[in-house]
């Protein structure tokens, strides 16, 4: 099963308060031997009330990157049909949902598939 610090699901839940009215998006990075996310890679983005883009050149090449993470400022945190073709080029997809707490993030695998990921402490 995946773990991901406690402390980093806190700092989501916290940038992603800052960027409101708009869509947050980043990226998760770990330990993909021991399943464990322990860092959020932040990168240039343009974002919107209904949605973010990142150009691809900037995400890294290393195989650190592990997964996505994006606000949606509606209540919701399933994955729209945009947000599927995008979760099929990662292991590990987050959704966090307003009003931005940890209990309303949705942890899909890249099948769009719910999935349970187990918060550690650091």
Not at 12 to 24: G, H, I, Q, R, V
Request: negative net charge; charged residues 25%.
């Amino acid at each position: 099963m995946w773990k991901i610090k406690k402390s980093l699901l806190e700092d989501l839940c916290s940038t992603a308060k800052n960027y409101l009215p708009d869509e947050f998006m980043c990226f998760l990075s770990g330990d993909k031997k021991k399943e464990t996310i322990t860092e959020i890679v932040l990168l240039p983005n343009y974002s919107s009330s209904t949605a973010v883009m990142i150009n691809e050149l900037n995400i890294p090449l290393d195989d650190t990157i592990i997964g996505t993470m994006h606000s949606h400022p509606n209540s919701s945190n399933h994955a729209s049909s945009a947000d599927k073709k995008m979760f099929k080029k990662y292991k590990l997809n987050l959704i966090l949902g307003y009003p931005f707490v940890i209990e309303n993030i949705g942890f899909y695998d890249e099948k769009a598939n719910p999935i349970t990921i187990m918060p550690i402490s650091d």
